[in-house]
């Protein structure tokens, strides 16, 4: 079982690594994210690793011991060849291209495929996962182009990167220097490994690239489903709102989960604000008919679907997030490379565990989700940066005092942002179709169906990091509008929100670039300092449930 030890110390077993364990140790940048094998685990591995010799020394036909690979299975090499095919294995497949795989994401992968190989069945050294550990525990970052898996078998390409790392080849980010790998293990005072049979085809089959882009992209998809939240509880304030929207009887009657926990959140945001409105107070001040057949109501009684509706929008991302974390907690807890050994029997199975299929549904389904939330906070902000929508703040939020300032009609205020907003949206939707419905017949029809899951993976991150730019823009906005609005008339948590904003971020007094509040904002929300300053809590939301729940360990 995962132990915490001291905050960023883990014990790998292969069956209780988290998304919010891996998430940490991706992102740790100093030397405190030590990881270590469970002596258990290890007990296991060698148990496998000795059925696997002996198979070898047998001479005996298996795959990717003593065979070609994939649909060259039926060319078999003697035992003496072993070890050299793994090598051979590793070079042919270093082929990846297009932009490289973030350092968090390329240290999610190396802890994952550790964890995966502690399992046991893939029959590889206690000692190769020990290899795996020192790249995080010494800052060396395998440098991975990220195109080139098609999610089976496994991610054969980007991850002979990672093999590579080992090896002694290729290049790493050592340190915050980029330098060729041998160099890098060599000033750590680490040798490069030499692959026993199997080794190469066990670091490769895998699916753990993928399920790292997917796992962190989960997790900061649950970052966003908060900082939802509070967008609409922002845009509630500088609308002057109808909090009956989010009456807890309206949401418990439809009844799914993540709707009512999105509309609780929005109501202790907007306890104690004086600039919402309720159903009852618009009754209490509402023009009377008096004898008269008709009239127009002053103020609307019910909000915009934006803002409205915004529960159950965010609510599907919540409770896709629910099932999407087991999901992918169960496979990053899995053996997923072939062929595998049983350690209880010894038994020897050829299958296709590396198939990545329910990674790359939970990845297509997370991307839509987080998709529809950018269009959401898109929506919100089209309201609150347009005067005939945003109850009497100025056009585009425009600082009101210019017009004294002999500036009238100069300054654009927000309108700029609004464009960019919109823009990123679009690219947030478009990305947000399937993936894994493109799946291409190759090596010679011997990967005949295969998961795209990477694919996918990849485009989930890049949706969740376009929606934390739209989250960004409407933030900005949002602080902008409370500012002209008078932010002490909103509640106190929507108030601790704000000021953190203005810690980083100036009132927008006149025109002048704003990318690098964009930036700055966005760091409020992915490192979750945000959440943090409103709540208090500095741990990120928990998703999924512990592995070790769902998953029998072989014993």
Known sequence: MTQTLNGTHLRLDGHSLRIADVVRIARSTVDDSTVELDPAAAVVMDSTVRRKDDLVAQDL???????GFGDSCTRQVAATRAVALQRH?????????????????????????????????????????????????????????????????????????????????????????????????????????????????????????GAAFATVAASDAAELAWVADLATALTCEVLLGNTSHFAEFIHASKGHPGQCRSAATIRELLAGSVLTTTYAEILARRDRLDGRDHLILEQRIQDKYSVRCAPHVNGVLRDTLDWVGPWLEREINSSNDNPLFDPATGELHHGGNFYAGHVGQAADALKVAVANLADLLDRQLALVVDEKFNAGLPANLVDPTLADRGEA???????????????????????????????????????????????????????????????????????????????????????????????????????????????????LIRTGALRAAVTGHIAPPEIGVPASYTQTREE
């Open 89 to 209: 294995l590793i070079l042919y497949h270093l082929n990846g291209v297009g932009p490289q795989t973030p350092a968090d994401v390329a240290r999610a992968t190396v802890l994952i495929r550790a964890n995966c190989l502690s399992r046991g069945p893939s029959a590889v050294r206690p000692e190769l996962v020990r290899a795996l550990l020192h790249l995080l525990d010494r800052q060396i970052t395998p440098v991975i182009p990220e195109r080139g898996s098609l999610g089976a078998s496994g991610d054969l390409v980007p991850l002979s990167y990672l093999a590579a790392a080992l090896l002694g080849e290729g290049e790493v980010e050592h340190r915050g220097v980029r330098r060729p790998a041998r160099e890098a293990l060599a000033l750590e005072g680490l040798t490069p490994v030499e692959l026993a049979a199997k080794e190469g085809l066990a670091l490769i089959n895998g699916t753990s690239f």
């Open 61 to 67: 036909p298996v795959y990717g011991l003593t065979t």
């Open 409 to 523: 009609n100069l300054h654009h205020g927000f309108k700029g942002m609004q464009i960019a907003c919109s823009s990123v949206t679009a690219e947030a939707l478009k990305l947000a179709a399937p993936a894994t419905v493109f799946s291409r017949s190759t090596e010679a029809h011997n990967q005949d169906k295969v998961s795209m899951a990477t694919t996918a993976a990849r485009e989930a991150r890049t949706v969740v990091e376009l929606t934390q730019q739209v989250a960004a823009i409407h933030l900005l906005a949002l602080a902008q509008a409370l500012d002209l609005r008078g932010a002490h008339d909103a509640g106190p948590a929507v108030r601790r929100a704000h000021a953190l904003i203005r810690e980083r971020v100036p009132f927008l007094d006149r025109d002048r670039r704003m990318d690098h509040d964009i930036h700055a904002v966005v760091d």
